[in-house]
């Protein structure tokens, strides 16, 4: 088959590559409308229990995540000057396109009553010109009496206060969020450059922006960075610039097609799939240097230039092909997990890891075939003395020390489990942010002076026969109770709710009387709700905490962002269990209560993305040990392949566990991804070595040198690439991505010590191979590990003349 493959793409090149080219046009096309996702990642499936709750309680009550607090904790902003600077700073933050309220001190309303209609009204308590000092001062005073905002707007005990701008729901989850959040920076620099006051900014719709962009520029930055270095790697093995230019030309190819296919599927760029386009640039080299590689092997043998690109098809269709194919299945099986950016992820990153391969295996034969011959300086890298070596070495260690081998690989084995224990899996709200960045120190000021800005949201249903429960004092005194409870735990700010409005209500019935902020007695509720009863709420506050028919409440908190551990102990095992004693009616059913909101999520969020990214390691593990039966039709030799690469990925389990680095979707990831091009390592070995057993009459250690030797450097080049690669993720501003690069490029380098060294020897020790014995591997042949069958090449004997000049 691979024989009219080859033909067919040397015949028809040119059209190929001009198809090629007009789908990089049309993928460009879509590419350029690819968009950057402002979203949380959603990782709990739409038709999950708490997901239809957060949905229901969202198309009820409104969003719960659209919050952007302006927090400032310095007493100069009481002073009148400033204090009016900051009143403008609200108007001004208010006229920004997407912003819905500004809520703030100096914009603070007081409720007031209209007798003759009997109702309730909001008034500002600062008119728009002050007469002087001593109206500010007084009106101040007044301003700090109204216990509704107290411990919300402002912090009683030092003085700490923020402004609450509510954001439009279309423009949150859109670009347009991009001008918004730069607009409000700009008026927050220009308040703190008219002032000298330090403003602190936080919420969610900011982080996941602010988050969003720096995954914009560091996906461009890895992008330059990987095509730089392991293109300078790549030209210290070949010495040719062409080489570089084109392989690296190729590559940028598929990275069109990757952007153009997350637009195509409606995807959008997010934190993990902003990795995509560097690990194909990572993998893109690795094959042109498998075809390369073998392409002058071919010249240098044939000194036919046509006939040797030709022999590359051949021989290294098949081989390239499962060198992308492992890969791949380590992507793709994270289709079957249940969360979206994983699926995307997975999906992405497998359909152009193997578009890579039809594009590296059409277009490098195609493209060298029209440049000129390779000299004797671009053949160089086929005789590294050096790395010669240090395969002889390993050679030597193979033979004469497996027993220190196998001591070496059970403790490690031991320490790796040891580790292993020691492994947590939590993740926190707003993870990987560095934590010297702005956005991690402003969040910190509001968890210690509110709080923290986290949603948290609660519902109370009754299904009382009475008419308007809410509306009943016991009931309201019950959701009180509760509420000072929420307000005792450090973690949880002052909780808003339909209780807050009814105790600020009466408060402004007394003429806003800071004493009386209270629920009304039984007594006074008869002539206080009346009021609330013609209430128009022209503001949308009430109806955003309780139902029209009063029945349904809302109880609404900010969270400190603690960890998903802590956060689903305080959830689950303290606010829960209390919610329940002090509300719901011991044996009966008439009180409804659920905790839910984006905090909620998140909790459960977690549990799901652990849970499924070890599936999704399992199913990759059956996929390839599938493929492995395939290839070897031998379970002793499946078990032999499997051992070195299974002991490098717990050997970086166990070092996540000693330096305390926890288990979230970054770094599960690692798992995935590199199992599957580990694996390759072991196939291009064993491949070679099948063809040695044949070779040397079934005489297994003539057969083990033979193949430390002739596929030690191609294992030993693909590392150093891959290697390369991926540690410049450990210079991302995020945790979780510097995590995955270090730890990746970590479990490469150890996977190929462990297939250099303990492979060969566990060869040696357990493999007992028959004549009979027929095998798919035997198909790879040695192209797989890139000699030719024939014959030895010895490049001190070879002397290539060009007589055109060789410069380039």
């Known amino acids: 088959?691979?024989?009219?493959?080859?033909?067919?793409?040397?015949?028809?090149?040119?059209?190929?590559?001009?198809?090629?080219?007009?789908?990089?046009?049309?993928?460009?096309?879509?590419?350029?409308?690819?968009?950057?996702?402002?979203?949380?990642?959603?990782?709990?499936?739409?038709?999950?229990?708490?997901?239809?709750?957060?949905?229901?309680?969202?198309?009820?009550?409104?969003?719960?995540?659209?919050?952007?607090?302006?927090?400032?904790?310095?007493?100069?902003?009481?002073?009148?000057?400033?204090?009016?600077?900051?009143?403008?700073?609200?108007?001004?933050?208010?006229?920004?396109?997407?912003?819905?309220?500004?809520?703030?001190?100096?914009?603070?309303?007081?409720?007031?009553?209209?007798?003759?209609?009997?109702?309730?009204?909001?008034?500002?308590?600062?008119?728009?010109?002050?007469?002087?000092?001593?109206?500010?001062?007084?009106?101040?005073?007044?301003?700090?009496?109204?216990?509704?905002?107290?411990?919300?707007?402002?912090?009683?005990?030092?003085?700490?206060?923020?402004?609450?701008?509510?954001?439009?729901?279309?423009?949150?989850?859109?670009?347009?969020?991009?001008?918004?959040?730069?607009?409000?920076?700009?008026?927050?620099?220009?308040?703190?450059?008219?002032?000298?006051?330090?403003?602190?900014?936080?919420?969610?719709?900011?982080?996941?922006?602010?988050?969003?962009?720096?995954?914009?520029?560091?996906?461009?930055?890895?992008?330059?960075?990987?095509?730089?270095?392991?293109?300078?790697?790549?030209?210290?093995?070949?010495?040719?610039?062409?080489?570089?230019?084109?392989?690296?030309?190729?590559?940028?190819?598929?990275?069109?097609?990757?952007?153009?296919?997350?637009?195509?599927?409606?995807?959008?760029?997010?934190?993990?799939?902003?990795?995509?386009?560097?690990?194909?640039?990572?993998?893109?080299?690795?094959?042109?240097?498998?075809?390369?590689?073998?392409?002058?092997?071919?010249?240098?043998?044939?000194?036919?230039?046509?006939?040797?690109?030709?022999?590359?098809?051949?021989?290294?269709?098949?081989?390239?092909?499962?060198?992308?194919?492992?890969?791949?299945?380590?992507?793709?099986?994270?289709?079957?997990?249940?969360?979206?950016?994983?699926?995307?992820?997975?999906?992405?990153?497998?359909?152009?890891?193997?578009?890579?391969?039809?594009?590296?295996?059409?277009?490098?034969?195609?493209?060298?075939?029209?440049?000129?011959?390779?000299?004797?300086?671009?053949?160089?890298?086929?005789?590294?003395?050096?790395?010669?070596?240090?395969?002889?070495?390993?050679?030597?260690?193979?033979?004469?020390?497996?027993?220190?081998?196998?001591?070496?690989?059970?403790?490690?084995?031991?320490?790796?489990?040891?580790?292993?224990?020691?492994?947590?899996?939590?993740?926190?709200?707003?993870d990987d942010v560095p934590e010297d960045s702005d956005v991690k120190k402003d969040l910190v000021f509001f968890e210690q002076n509110f709080s923290g800005v986290m949603p948290l949201e609660m519902v109370v249903e009754f299904k009382s026969k009475k008419r308007r429960p809410l509306m009943e004092v016991n009931n309201l005194q019950k959701i009180e109770a509760f509420e000072s409870f929420l307000d005792s735990l450090p973690e949880v700010s002052k909780p808003l709710s339909l209780v807050s409005l009814v105790k600020a209500a009466k408060q402004g019935f007394y003429n806003n009387n800071p004493a009386r902020y209270s629920l009304p007695s039984r007594g006074e509720r008869n002539f206080i709700l009346p009021y609330m009863k013609n209430q128009s709420d022209n503001s949308g506050v009430f109806t955003s905490f309780v139902d029209s028919t009063l029945t349904t409440m809302r109880i609404s908190c900010q969270m400190a962002d603690i960890g998903s551990v802590r956060l689903d102990s305080l959830v689950h095992y303290t606010i829960e269990p209390r919610m329940k004693a002090l509300l719901v009616p011991e044996g009966k059913d008439t009180v409804v209560t659920a905790i839910t909101g984006s905090t909620k999520i998140f909790i459960k969020g977690t549990k799901f993305l652990i849970a499924n990214l070890q599936e999704s390691l399992l199913l990759a593990f059956l996929l390839i040990t599938l493929s492995m039966a395939a290839l070897f039709a031998n379970v002793r030799m499946i078990v032999i392949s499997l051992i070195p690469n299974l002991l490098a990925l717990m050997i970086t389990a166990g070092i996540m566990g000693y330096l305390d680095i926890p288990l979230k979707a970054s770094t599960a990831l690692i798992f995935s991804i590199t199992f599957g091009i580990s694996v390759d390592n072991s196939i291009r070995f064993l491949a070679k070595y099948r063809q040695e057993i044949l070779a040397n009459n079934f005489f297994i250690p003539v057969a083990v040198s033979d193949s430390i030797m002739e596929t030690g450097k191609s294992i030993m080049y693909t590392s150093i690439v891959l290697f390369a690669g991926f540690i410049i993720f450990a210079f991302s501003s995020f945790g979780g991505t510097i995590a995955l690069g270090l730890l990746t490029s970590t479990t490469l380098v150890i996977s190929m010590f462990t297939n250099l060294i303990l492979l060969p020897a566990l060869i040696m020790t357990f493999d007992k191979p028959r004549k009979k014995d027929d095998m798919l591997i035997d198909e790879l042949g040695p192209s797989y590990y890139g000699e030719h069958e024939d014959e030895e090449i010895d490049l001190d004997k070879i002397r290539i003349h060009n007589r055109h000049s060789a410069a380039e």
């Open 1 to 430: 088959m691979w024989n009219k493959i080859a033909r067919f793409i040397i015949q028809y090149r040119l059209s190929l590559i001009l198809l090629i080219g007009i789908i990089t046009i049309v993928m460009g096309y879509y590419a350029s409308r690819v968009q950057m996702s402002y979203d949380f990642a959603r990782t709990v499936p739409l038709d999950d229990p708490d997901m239809v709750m957060l949905q229901r309680f969202r198309a009820q009550f409104g969003e719960d995540g659209n919050i952007i607090a302006i927090g400032v904790k310095d007493s100069a902003i009481y002073e009148q000057r400033n204090f009016e600077a900051y009143r403008t700073l609200g108007r001004n933050i208010k006229q920004i396109s997407g912003v819905s309220e500004v809520i703030s001190l100096p914009l603070m309303k007081m409720i007031l009553k209209d007798t003759a209609n009997t109702r309730f009204y909001l008034a500002n308590i600062f008119p728009d010109r002050m007469k002087d000092s001593r109206q500010y001062d007084s009106l101040l005073k007044f301003a700090l009496d109204q216990k509704f905002y107290s411990g919300r707007l402002i912090n009683e005990t030092n003085g700490a206060t923020m402004a609450v701008i509510t954001v439009n729901k279309d423009v949150m989850n859109s670009s347009l969020r991009e001008p918004l959040t730069a607009a409000l920076v700009k008026e927050c620099e220009a308040f703190e450059h008219q002032t000298g006051i330090k403003l602190h900014l936080a919420g969610l719709p900011f982080i996941r922006t602010v988050v969003a962009n720096k995954v914009k520029r560091e996906m461009q930055l890895f992008l330059y960075a990987s095509a730089i270095i392991t293109g300078l790697i790549m030209f210290v093995f070949f010495r040719s610039f062409r080489a570089v230019m084109f392989s690296m030309i190729i590559i940028a190819i598929v990275v069109v097609w990757t952007l153009g296919t997350l637009s195509i599927f409606g995807f959008k760029i997010t934190l993990l799939s902003g990795l995509i386009p560097p690990v194909i640039v990572t993998i893109g080299i690795t094959n042109a240097i498998y075809l390369l590689n073998k392409y002058h092997l071919e010249f240098v043998r044939t000194k036919d230039k046509l006939e040797a690109i030709t022999t590359v098809v051949k021989k290294m269709g098949l081989a390239t092909f499962l060198t992308n194919l492992t890969v791949a299945i380590g992507f793709l099986t994270l289709l079957s997990t249940d969360i979206l950016i994983l699926r995307e992820f997975g999906i992405v990153a497998g359909i152009n890891i193997m578009a890579l391969f039809f594009v590296s295996l059409v277009m490098i034969p195609s493209i060298f075939s029209w440049l000129p011959t390779p000299t004797e300086r671009h053949l160089r890298h086929l005789n590294f003395r050096v790395m010669g070596r240090f395969l002889k070495a390993i050679d030597i260690t193979v033979h004469r020390h497996r027993p220190i081998i196998y001591i070496a690989s059970m403790a490690l084995t031991i320490l790796s489990i040891l580790g292993i224990a020691k492994l947590r899996s939590v993740s926190f709200m707003v």
